[in-house]
């Protein structure tokens, strides 16, 4: 079953802001990891947060992590036109070795 | 370059012809999984495989079956396709058999049309 809700489902600003999308989850995770996908194209992984680590970044990238929430954030600062694409969260279970994704969320950045 | 591949990239087929969709990698790793992404329904998994001749039941797995005879390949069978099997198909792999420890490397995708 999907454990990984993406929120919000669509995201447009323009080039220069910051983009924040969600993940809500409903179990006990071993870690959670954010991808990208242009369109129609293969999952490219951005950044991985284990469940004892509250924020970590990376370039243009910072996420949190909220466990008692169960809910991640994914920060994307100073968007551009080239971040325009589907934004993932994944999944990993603390009850098993599978990682599983939501519907992602579609971030369009205006030029 | 460590990569994931598929083959083909698209396909189109008939109700019932079986087919194979290929998916290799080339970082020895040991976990490889299958995934099927549609709209409004997101990515969901089909097969998974901690290593070779290892396999288990992702979430959507009726009408497909799998094999894990060499580490480096994972194919994915469709024995009689359904219309309801056209979908993008995702191959993607991890280093460790315990599945998600680390980022996954995913393939470019299989479009498959069943008509």
């Given at each position: 079953?999907?454990?990984?809700?993406?929120?919000?489902?669509?995201?447009?600003?323009?080039?220069?802001?910051n983009a924040t999308m969600n993940c809500s989850y409903k179990t006990s995770i071993n870690n959670l990891q954010w991808y990208r996908q242009n369109s129609g194209r293969g999952l490219v992984h951005l950044i991985l947060i284990r469940s004892n680590e509250r924020e970590k970044h990376s370039g243009r990238l910072r996420v949190t992590l909220d466990t008692s929430k169960k809910s991640s954030s994914l920060l994307i600062t100073?968007?551009?036109?080239?971040?325009?694409?589907?934004?993932?969260?994944?999944?990993?279970e603390t009850s098993g070795s599978r990682l599983t994704f939501g519907e992602g969320t579609q971030l369009t950045v205006n030029p | 370059e460590a990569q994931v591949t598929q083959n083909p990239r698209y396909l189109i087929t008939v109700t019932g012809k079986k087919l194979t969709v290929t998916c290799s990698q080339n970082m020895n790793h040991e976990y490889m999984?299958?995934?099927?992404?549609?709209?409004?329904?997101?990515?969901?998994?089909?097969?998974?495989?901690?290593?070779?001749?290892?396999?288990?039941?992702?979430?959507?797995?009726?009408?497909?079956?799998?094999?894990?005879?060499?580490?480096?390949?994972?194919?994915?069978?469709?024995?009689?396709p359904s219309p309801n099997q056209t979908s993008l198909y995702f191959c993607?792999?991890?280093?460790?058999?315990?599945?998600?420890?680390?980022g996954y490397t995913f393939g470019s995708g299989t479009r498959l049309t069943v008509v």
């Amino acid at each position: 079953s999907q454990q990984g809700e993406e929120d919000p489902q669509a995201l447009s600003i323009q080039e220069g802001e910051n983009a924040t999308m969600n993940c809500s989850y409903k179990t006990s995770i071993n870690n959670l990891q954010w991808y990208r996908q242009n369109s129609g194209r293969g999952l490219v992984h951005l950044i991985l947060i284990r469940s004892n680590e509250r924020e970590k970044h990376s370039g243009r990238l910072r996420v949190t992590l909220d466990t008692s929430k169960k809910s991640s954030s994914l920060l994307i600062t100073a968007s551009r036109a080239a971040d325009t694409a589907s934004y993932f969260c994944g999944i990993s279970e603390t009850s098993g070795s599978r990682l599983t994704f939501g519907e992602g969320t579609q971030l369009t950045v205006n030029p | 370059e460590a990569q994931v591949t598929q083959n083909p990239r698209y396909l189109i087929t008939v109700t019932g012809k079986k087919l194979t969709v290929t998916c290799s990698q080339n970082m020895n790793h040991e976990y490889m999984s299958w995934y099927r992404q549609d709209p409004g329904l997101g990515l969901r998994q089909i097969y998974y495989s901690m290593n070779v001749e290892v396999t288990d039941k992702g979430d959507v797995p009726e009408g497909y079956k799998v094999s894990r005879k060499e580490k480096r390949n994972f194919p994915l069978i469709l024995e009689s396709p359904s219309p309801n099997q056209t979908s993008l198909y995702f191959c993607a792999s991890n280093l460790s058999g315990q599945g998600a420890s680390a980022g996954y490397t995913f393939g470019s995708g299989t479009r498959l049309t069943v008509v």
